[in-house]
């Protein structure tokens, strides 16, 4: 692992305190945005095939400006203290980012998911999650968590259900996780989300001119040639939705086995399939292996997406990216000093409190649909489409001709709840990016995306703390 100048929490804080800078703030108020509130920790037992085994875990509030605060649960063996802090912080400025009102928090348990089987994994779950229910960790007004690296919608519906015993009385029971299957009030949509997010934020930046010219680029995304890091959720649908929907090529994919790479571009759908199949990218049909996949970060390409986990791009490899634009899937793929130098060398970064706020985004969808118990579009989707079927009969009353079939079938939809979903998304993604471009065109002392970012993410907050009269 390369060595890192600051621990993930400093380099968050490092780049917050960039941003707080330039703005006029009241004495004290950016160190009590910026400081996380509380953390719990906490090591329990669980009886696996007859030996105890002890299990250390976390959940970080980070701020609670909004309640209830938000973030996944992340399990893995390395997680820590320092960098379950880093991302409840990056949690906050996320939702403040989108204008998802939450506050921000995150939790992680040091474990490795795959060494243990389904049922173990449940009891170590169901553990965690009583421990952290107790202590008003998980609630559905307080502190929802949601899935993250280790975690999937099994892991929330566990969660939940473990809630729903602990307070069978509470109404809202369901709200205590997002991310949850369909079947145990999960939203359509939630899975794919932050790679759509991602896809919908690199989509919006190739859709202003200017800042396509600026990064040294031209054009939209066809034809684009993309690296990824790590074909895990988020990477496989950002990759995804960019290869089939806008023509972008992916031309790399690294996976902790190695690179692959192939200048006319990767089915991803193929390649996440052949992983599944033999658990490595290496050898997949047609492509070149790189064992050193690290190195391919380095590779030519218009867009480098670091998908996979923090500190992927620090002092020790900044010089050498090549990428003119870097778009961070991940959370702190890139560490702070790595960021001054990829920015003195003009590249564009698509910073990850923005580019990967998808995911929190559709969360709240799901946690409203829990309050109000009702699926979207439920009401009205029947509605719009005999509306539809009326204009259609009108059109062809008016000009005595029937409107083609095509057209019919378009006209005389009633949008499901995916559709509201990702218009949803589009809508809060393309908002977000135009708001941070906004900020950073207009003001001298704000020169990069990732600066602006964090510039609407204080000024939201430090503006809540101060109506709040606190
Ligand atoms: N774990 C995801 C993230 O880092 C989602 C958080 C959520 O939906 O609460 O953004």
């Given at each position: 692992?390369?060595?890192?100048?600051?621990?993930?929490?400093?380099s968050?804080d490092?780049?917050?305190?960039?941003?707080?800078?330039?703005?006029?703030?009241?004495?004290?108020?950016?160190?009590?945005?910026?400081?996380?509130?509380?953390?719990?920790?906490?090591r329990?037992?669980?009886?696996?095939?007859?030996?105890?085994?002890?299990?250390?875990?976390?959940?970080?509030?980070?701020?609670?400006?909004?309640?209830?605060?938000?973030?996944?649960?992340?399990?893995?063996?390395t997680?820590?203290?320092?960098?379950?802090?880093?991302?409840?912080?990056?949690?906050?400025?996320?939702?403040?980012?989108?204008?998802?009102?939450?506050?921000?928090?995150?939790?992680?348990?040091?474990?490795?998911?795959?060494?243990?089987?389904?049922?173990?994994?449940?009891?170590?779950?169901?553990?965690f999650?009583?421990?952290?229910?107790?202590?008003?960790?998980?609630?559905?007004?307080?502190?929802?968590?949601?899935?993250?690296?280790?975690?999937?919608?099994?892991?929330?519906?566990?969660?939940?259900?473990?809630?729903?015993?602990?307070?069978?009385?509470?109404?809202?029971?369901?709200?205590?996780?997002?991310?949850?299957?369909?079947?145990?009030g999960?939203?359509?949509?939630?899975?794919?989300?932050?790679?759509?997010?991602?896809?919908?934020?690199?989509k919006?930046?190739?859709?202003?001119?200017?800042?396509?010219?600026?990064?040294?680029?031209?054009?939209?995304?066809?034809?684009?040639?993309?690296?990824?890091?790590?074909?895990?959720?988020?990477?496989?649908?950002?990759?995804?939705?960019?290869?089939?929907?806008s023509?972008?090529?992916i031309?790399?994919?690294?996976?902790?086995?190695?690179?692959?790479?192939?200048?006319?571009?990767?089915?991803?759908e193929?390649?996440a399939?052949?992983?599944?199949?033999?658990?490595?990218?290496?050898?997949?049909?047609?492509?070149?292996?790189?064992?050193?996949?690290?190195?391919?970060?380095?590779?030519?390409?218009?867009?480098?997406?670091?998908?996979?986990?923090?500190?992927?791009?620090?002092?020790?490899?900044?010089?050498?990216?090549?990428?003119?634009?870097?778009?961070?899937?991940?959370?702190?793929?890139?560490?702070?000093?790595?960021?001054?130098?990829?920015?003195?060398?003009?590249?564009?970064?698509?910073?990850?409190?923005?580019?990967?706020?998808?995911?929190?985004?559709?969360?709240?969808?799901?946690?409203?649909?829990?309050?109000?118990h009702?699926?979207?579009?439920?009401?009205?989707?029947?509605?719009?489409?005999?509306?539809?079927?009326?204009?259609?009969?009108?059109?062809e009353?008016?000009?005595?001709?029937?409107?083609?079939?095509?057209?019919?079938?378009k006209?005389?939809?009633?949008?499901?709840?995916?559709?509201?979903?990702?218009?949803?998304?589009?809508?809060?993604?393309?908002?977000?990016?135009?708001?941070?471009?906004?900020?950073?065109?207009?003001?001298?002392?704000?020169?990069?995306?990732?600066?602006?970012?964090?510039?609407?993410?204080?000024?939201?907050?430090?503006?809540?703390?101060?109506?709040?009269?606190?």
């Amino acid at each position: 692992m390369v060595a890192r100048e600051h621990t993930f929490k400093q380099s968050v804080d490092l780049m917050f305190e960039r941003a707080a800078a330039t703005l006029d703030l009241p004495s004290g108020l950016a160190d009590q945005i910026k400081a996380n509130n509380n953390i719990y920790m906490v090591r329990f037992f669980v009886k696996c095939h007859g030996s105890y085994q002890i299990f250390t875990g976390w959940r970080s509030v980070h701020s609670e400006h909004r309640l209830p605060v938000k973030g996944g649960i992340r399990f893995a063996p390395t997680v820590n203290q320092d960098d379950v802090e880093a991302l409840a912080a990056l949690m906050t400025y996320k939702c403040a980012i989108v204008d998802v009102p939450f506050g921000g928090s995150k939790g992680g348990l040091c474990i490795d998911p795959r060494e243990y089987d389904e049922e173990d994994l449940e009891r170590i779950t169901r553990r965690f999650a009583q421990e952290l229910i107790k202590k008003g960790y998980i609630n559905p007004a307080l502190n929802v968590p949601a899935p993250d690296m280790g975690t999937s919608d099994r892991e929330m519906a566990w969660i939940a259900d473990t809630y729903r015993n602990m307070h069978p009385e509470d109404i809202n029971a369901i709200a205590c996780t997002t991310g949850k299957p369909f079947s145990q009030g999960g939203i359509q949509g939630r899975l794919e989300a932050t790679g759509r997010g991602v896809f919908y934020g690199i989509k919006e930046f190739f859709n202003h001119p200017q800042d396509v010219k600026d990064a040294g680029l031209e054009g939209n995304l066809e034809g684009k040639r993309i690296i990824v890091q790590g074909l895990g959720n988020v990477g496989f649908h950002a990759a995804k939705f960019l290869e089939e929907e806008s023509g972008a090529r992916i031309i790399g994919i690294i996976e902790r086995d190695g690179a692959i790479l192939c200048e006319k571009g990767f089915s991803v759908e193929d390649v996440a399939a052949y992983r599944a199949e033999r658990g490595l990218a290496k050898g997949f049909p047609g492509a070149t292996y790189v064992a050193d996949g690290k190195r391919i970060l380095e590779e030519e390409c218009d867009v480098l997406i670091p998908a996979a986990v923090e500190g992927q791009i620090t002092l020790e490899n900044a010089r050498r990216v090549k990428a003119p634009v870097i778009a961070e899937a991940a959370n702190g793929p890139i560490a702070f000093e790595a960021d001054d130098v990829l920015r003195q060398a003009g590249k564009v970064i698509i910073p990850d409190a923005y580019l990967n706020a998808g995911g929190v985004t559709v969360s709240y969808f799901e946690w409203i649909k829990n309050l109000s118990h009702i699926r979207f579009g439920r009401l009205d989707r029947r509605l719009e489409a005999h509306r539809g079927v009326q204009i259609i009969d009108a059109i062809e009353e008016m000009v005595g001709k029937p409107v083609p079939d095509h057209l019919r079938s378009k006209l005389s939809y009633g949008a499901d709840e995916l559709d509201l979903v990702r218009s949803g998304l589009e809508d809060t993604m393309s908002t977000a990016y135009q708001t941070m471009r906004e900020i950073r065109n207009s003001r001298d002392n704000v020169p990069d995306l990732r600066t602006a970012a964090f510039v609407i993410a204080i000024e939201k907050i430090a503006q809540a703390y101060i109506e709040m009269g606190l």
